[in-house]
């Protein structure tokens, strides 16, 4: 083949034209790639040499694709580390032996293959160096799953996402920003645990990386033109994204703590179930977004398809037809999204033309738990998340811990949905503090994760001693920054404390116009007939057979009962159904058919 290559490079497969091209000394490029330095096929007078070489760097590009597809396994993304040491997992794909090296290879410069850009500009690197990054990225505080993509697109734009050198820095502006979400979702938890003690509210303790997580997904989103953003979660850290991700004004979060009679008509909810719709300015771009949270049940996951509903209705009012303007994130326990069928429903939908969104963020808040049931007893897959696989969504699994790494997933995962139009998964792996909620004790079934967490530093504490120890931020302004959060907080609870009922109308998660109400006479029932002739029209039509169609003789025999019905005025079901749409279709209003029935009929 080497020799073929000499002769023509176009003769063989492009792969082997850049192999060949950089691992030959010659002066030019060849292949469109430079020449690699210090890296060379020896003289063709030794063929046992050419091919032992050749076999080496096909053992070195074997060995990166390994990382590729293993690397998440023995990645550092719990913060309690409660498996036996990941580190410490031997994966034989990763280890020299399997693939044909030794010790002796780690100093060898090997040409980069076309499936990495671990090396940036560098054509090639030593072995050693090769492995170091290929840790670095794969093993560190991010587990990348994405290799059974069938699409190389996909694949190669994730790992551009990684593996390019510096891909994953982020600027000290960026670093204070993350550290003041991660003061106000840790504060605000803290506050709400001080005054109510005795209140379930299902905190976010030991996940608390989900605020500034998911308000970078709506920051990247914004800058990439989506203005409205529809969000499903459970109880758990609800309370939180309210105030800190949606800014409710939390005089009103405050005062679902009172059992305050209604101003208004509902029957409300507990405060973990509810939902909103509040326009916000983004903080990074300065556009107005539009954060619809849906109230959700007790029934975790139900909300999954009504967000989809949701998501999909907007787009279809305002024309969205690729979901440039509208999109949706849900986010999930761990327990639930491996153990709820409904996930796997939804992921079904994703991609059917008449259901798809364009791509669902989904961000698991993983606190490692089901209620009182551990991972290893709870499910049979090795991750929460491999439901996800079945429509090949990329999975970014990331340590809680690690706010800057979950920072970076958060980016991609929002530029990936913007590229593709397709579902991702980020498994944001942390722990639950407490309790399933704060009068439950854990202690009672789960012990020895109790006091490895009542040892963990709160992730706020860590990033705060890490920046102020790097000098992003004076440890005299942060300590200012908190005590602020804490007087506004205080300001907020006296106000709510003037309150002498709730408002309904304020957790809405689709509010009405006013002017719907204020038009209309209450004690008046308006009349919703039609014309003779409107009904006579719409049912001709229903009989009226289509051009140019040769029809099978079944729906013949159906059309001639139709026709039979409309000459003598009398209405079947199936007329009937077709009077009550053809009238709303004539008044300008859209109607949705959806479900296995609606284009044959049931039995026919």
Request: aromatic share 8%.
């Amino acid at each position: 083949m080497y020799e073929a290559w000499l002769k023509d490079p176009k003769v063989v497969h492009q792969s082997w034209n850049d192999y060949f091209s950089q691992t030959r000394h010659v002066p030019r490029s060849v292949g469109g790639r430079p020449a690699a330095a210090g890296v060379s096929i020896p003289e063709m007078s030794d063929p046992r040499t050419v091919e032992r070489s050749v076999r080496d760097h096909m053992a070195v590009q074997a060995l990166i694709r390994s990382y590729q597809v293993n690397g998440h396994r023995i990645a550092n993304i719990d913060p309690l580390d409660l498996e036996p040491r990941r580190s410490e997992i031997v994966i034989p794909e990763l280890g020299l032996e399997y693939h044909g090296l030794s010790e002796e290879h780690l100093d060898r410069v090997f040409s980069l293959p076309f499936i990495t850009h671990i090396g940036g500009s560098e054509p090639a690197l030593p072995l050693r160096e090769i492995i170091t990054r290929l840790r670095k990225i794969y093993c560190g505080s991010i587990g990348v799953q994405y290799m059974y993509m069938p699409k190389r697109e996909h694949c190669e734009w994730i790992r551009r996402r990684f593996e390019t050198p510096g891909v994953t820095e982020i600027t000290q502006q960026e670093r204070k920003s993350i550290l003041q979400r991660l003061l106000k979702a840790d504060r605000l938890e803290d506050f709400l645990r001080l005054k109510w003690p005795a209140e379930k509210r299902f905190g976010l303790e030991g996940c608390e990386a989900l605020i500034p997580g998911i308000q970078a997904v709506i920051d990247t989103s914004s800058a990439l033109g989506v203005d409205s953003v529809i969000i499903g979660m459970p109880h758990r850290g609800r309370l939180n994204v309210i105030a800190n991700v949606c800014h409710k004004p939390m005089k009103q979060v405050f005062t679902q703590f009172k059992g305050l009679g209604m101003a208004d008509e509902g029957s409300g909810d507990v405060k973990y179930h509810l939902g909103l719709s509040h326009e916000v300015i983004n903080e990074v771009t300065g556009q107005p977004v539009r954060l619809t949270l849906c109230a959700n049940p007790s029934h975790l996951e139900a909300v999954n398809p009504l967000v989809q509903g949701k998501a999909r209705a907007e787009q279809f009012y305002r024309g969205d037809v690729a979901g440039e303007k509208v999109m949706s994130i849900i986010m999930h326990g761990d327990a639930a999204f491996a153990g709820q069928g409904v996930v796997y429903e939804t992921f079904h939908l994703s991609e059917l033309p008449d259901y798809t969104t364009h791509g669902t963020i989904h961000i698991v808040v993983n606190n490692q738990v089901g209620f009182t049931t551990d991972p290893r007893v709870a499910r049979s897959s090795p991750y929460c998340t491999d439901v996800a696989r079945v429509v090949n969504a990329p999975i970014f699994h990331v340590n809680g811990d690690d706010p800057e790494a979950v920072h970076h997933v958060c980016k991609v995962a929002a530029e990936w949905r913007a590229k593709f139009r397709k579902d991702v998964v980020i498994d944001l792996v942390g722990y639950r503090r407490y309790g399933h909620n704060e009068l439950d004790e854990a202690r009672f079934t789960q012990p020895v994760v109790c006091n490895k967490i009542d040892r963990q530093k709160p992730v706020m504490k860590q990033y705060a001693e890490q920046l102020i120890k790097a000098g992003v931020v004076e440890a005299t302004i942060f300590d200012k920054a908190m005590e602020d959060y804490k007087i506004s907080l205080d300001v907020d609870y006296q106000n709510a404390g003037k309150e002498t009922h709730i408002k309904n109308e304020d957790w809405l998660d689709s509010p009405w116009p006013q002017s719907f109400f204020d038009s209309r006479d209450h004690a008046t029932i308006p009349s919703t007939g039609v014309d003779k002739a409107l009904l006579a029209y719409i049912s001709s039509k229903f009989a009226e057979e289509p051009q140019g169609f040769a029809l099978h003789k079944g729906i013949n025999r159906i059309l001639n009962v139709r026709r039979e019905l409309a000459g003598k005025e009398i209405a079947d079901w199936a007329m009937a159904e077709a009077l009550a749409w053809g009238s709303l279709l004539k008044e300008g209003i859209h109607v949705r058919l959806s479900g296995q029935d609606v284009e044959r009929g049931t039995f026919r």
